[in-house]
């Protein structure tokens, strides 16, 4: 099973460029899809939930949000 809270971080070294990937984000946009969701049963049954402003994505702060509750 896919963790909903593994990120990978890469940094440039100027320090300008930041980007964070989702090992479930396949085509790399940043956000998940509901497709790309399925691949995580946890996370496919929970998709709807964490989908807040209902846009059919995941973005990374939506899945913080979420990881956050889960660990306070």
Do not use: R, W, Y
């Amino acid at each position: 099973m896919v963790s909903i809270a593994t990120f990978v971080t890469f940094n440039s070294f100027a320090g300008t460029i930041e980007i964070t990937v989702h090992p479930l984000d396949v085509d790399k946009n940043g956000l998940i899809s509901i497709d790309e969701a399925k691949a995580d049963n946890t996370l496919s049954a929970i998709f709807t939930e964490l989908d807040v402003n209902q846009d059919g994505f995941l973005s990374h702060l939506e899945l913080e949000v979420k990881t956050e509750d889960e660990t306070n």
